[in-house]
């Protein structure tokens, strides 16, 4: 709701792969032509990158990458390209500290038997400082949006701009949570 009343109208958005961008597929409402960018074979770590491509592409408009923590570290690096070639753009990372798709296949086939999931970040706040963008950190709804105006002033004054959203990791994706998940399993595990 905070994304629909406050970016512009000719915003163009990308994203990673992975279930924290269901959310912006469920219930953002894309209204103008070419206003999204997301990788249609699923390739995590595509968001940034095509942030800073359509940025380059379109100088003029505002360019959002959505991505989760899983994809972003996997191009994280190119923080660095967009600073190099003053390229400003805004990434909006949802942090649950977890591969989130790859965690809810394995606990929906195997429930408590999950692996190779869990990631160990970096402090996200101080990565972007030491790339020198604006940085904000929102942990609940009332949060995000000032850090996201804050942002949005950043990119237009030609800085690069992260948000970290940290996320509960129990809400799995739009429509469960991990106990739900084990809670179906358990039961169709039961009447078979």
Partial sequence: ?????????????????????????????????????GPISGAMGYGLPAAIAAK?????????????????????????????????????LFNNNMYGTIRMHQEKHHPYRVIGTDL??????????????????????????????????????GRSALIEVQCDPERISVMSTISEIRAKSANSKSND
Avoid at 7 to 28: E, K, M, Q, R
Avoid at 126 to 140: D, N, Y
Wanted: hydrophobic fraction near 45%.
């Fill in 120 to 157: 160990t970040n970096p402090d996200f706040m101080t990565l972007a400082e030491s790339f020198g963008i604006f940085h904000a950190r929102a942990s609940s709804d009332e949060q995000f949006a000032p850090c996201l105006r804050q942002a949005m002033q950043a990119v237009r004054e």
């Fill in 1 to 37: 709701a905070v994304l629909q009343d406050e970016l512009p109208d000719d915003v163009i958005i990308t994203t990673d792969a992975g279930n924290f961008s269901a959310w912006l597929h469920s219930y953002y409402q894309f209204t103008g032509k070419r206003t999204y960018i």
């Fill in 56 to 92: 380059l592409a379109h100088p003029d408009r505002l360019a959002v990458c959505i991505a989760g923590d899983g994809g972003f570290m996997m191009t994280v690096q190119e923080l660095a390209t967009a600073v190099h070639y003053k390229t400003p753009v805004l990434v909006i």
